[in-house]
């Protein structure tokens, strides 16, 4: 599953995955994860290429909000080696986090 954050042709900043590539012209349907509008959340949309970065499931850049988010989608599709990855790497920056505490 590749996912994606981008900002659509209204300015929405979203985050989703991949379902399909559609065609070779770079078009995609992408199931919306978060956006910057609420309404968007869940709905499966066609969207070019041009409008999102794919970044995989490399999850070193995420906050705890979006590994929970992530964590939560790995739930729903039922994955477990993604879902023990990513709790892993929530542990993990928890983990630091605390060492910073005075």
């Given at each position: 599953?590749?996912?994606v954050k981008g900002?659509?042709?209204g300015g929405r900043y979203?985050?989703?995955f991949i379902l399909e590539e559609v065609d070779w012209e770079g078009t995609a349907q992408i199931y919306i994860t978060?956006?910057?509008v609420?309404?968007?959340v869940g709905r499966k949309v066609l969207m070019n290429k041009a409008a999102f970065?794919?970044?995989g499931r490399d999850v070193t850049h995420l906050t705890i909000e979006h590994l929970d988010e992530l964590i939560d989608h790995a739930l729903l599709i039922r994955d477990k080696t993604w879902f023990n990855?990513?709790?892993k790497r929530?542990?993990?920056l928890i983990g630091r986090l605390d060492t910073w505490k005075v």
């Open positions: 599953m590749n996912w900002v659509d042709s979203f985050t989703g978060s956006c910057t609420e309404d968007a970065k794919e970044y990855s990513l709790t929530k542990n993990k």
